[in-house]
T-cell receptor, first 109, second 112 residues
Framework: GQQVMQIPQYQHVQEGEDFTTYCNSS?????IQWYKQRPGGHPVFLIQ?????EVKKQKRLTFQFGEAKKNSSLHITATQTTDVGTYFC?????????FGTGTSLTVIP | DTAVSQTPKYLVTQMGNDKSIKCEQN?????MYWYKQDSKKFLKIMFS???????INETVPNRFSPKSPDKAHLNLHINSLELGDSAVYFC???????????FGDGTRLSIL
């Protein structure tokens, strides 16, 4: 199956700092989903973006879908130790569905 | 009640053996999936099963065969296990194809 590189692959931040992960596709997407996987756990669905330019917020998390529907970002404001984990985007082109390579976030207390 | 449950949680076996992993969902979803997550954490879709239609990832060896007795169950049978099959296997379900997915806790498969 296809795999798309997320950037960065790893990120270490001091608690309280912000964090952003990016997901880019070469093709236009029908929608994009974001998941979080805690160490030793399973992926948990966070949000789905469908509309061009869409921005959604969940407390300290902000999700954006690009105008061309080819890229997306997840931004966490003022990270906490509970934010530790791997964040995956999952891209739906209509014909194909595949996960990004993930960004592993470490938060240093 | 657990939404997506898979058994066993751990599976340790020898090369060449045949094993099965079971998955059940009680969400009333139409679609179920199997994923393989390797040591680098890459999540690769192996199969999706939507309304009795099986969609196969062509990179999956034919030693892997999904079996779905009904909409709520999707089991994974693996023949002639190889060292490279060691990974965590996740089952997931969604209301319809490619919609937000609920994952099981995973089965950690170790081949000796």
């Amino acid at each position: 199956g296809q795999q798309v590189m997320q950037i960065p692959q790893y990120q270490h931040v001091q608690e309280g700092e912000d964090f952003t992960t990016y997901c880019n596709s070469s093709t236009t997407l029908s929608n994009i989903q974001w998941y979080k996987q805690r160490p030793g756990g399973h992926p948990v669905f966070l949000i789905q973006l469908v509309k061009s330019g869409e921005v959604k917020k969940q407390k300290r998390l902000t999700f954006q879908f690009g105008e061309a529907k080819k890229n997306s970002s997840l931004h966490i404001t003022a990270t906490q130790t509970t934010d530790v984990g791997t964040y995956f985007c999952a891209m739906n082109t209509g014909n194909q569905f595949y996960f990004g390579t993930g960004t592993s976030l470490t938060v240093i207390p | 009640d657990t939404a997506v449950s898979q058994t066993p949680k751990y599976l340790v076996t020898q090369m060449g053996n045949d094993k099965s992993i079971k998955c059940e969902q009680n969400l009333g979803h139409d679609t179920m999936y199997w994923y393989k997550q390797d040591s680098k954490k890459f999540l690769k879709i192996m199969f999706s099963y939507n309304n009795k239609e099986l969609i196969i990832n062509e990179t999956v060896p034919n030693r892997f065969s999904p079996k779905s007795p009904d909409k709520a169950h999707l089991n994974l049978h693996i023949n002639s296990l190889e060292l490279g099959d060691s990974a965590v296997y996740f089952c997931a379900s969604s209301a319809t194809l490619n919609q937000p997915q609920h994952f099981g806790d995973g089965t950690r498969l170790s081949i000796l």
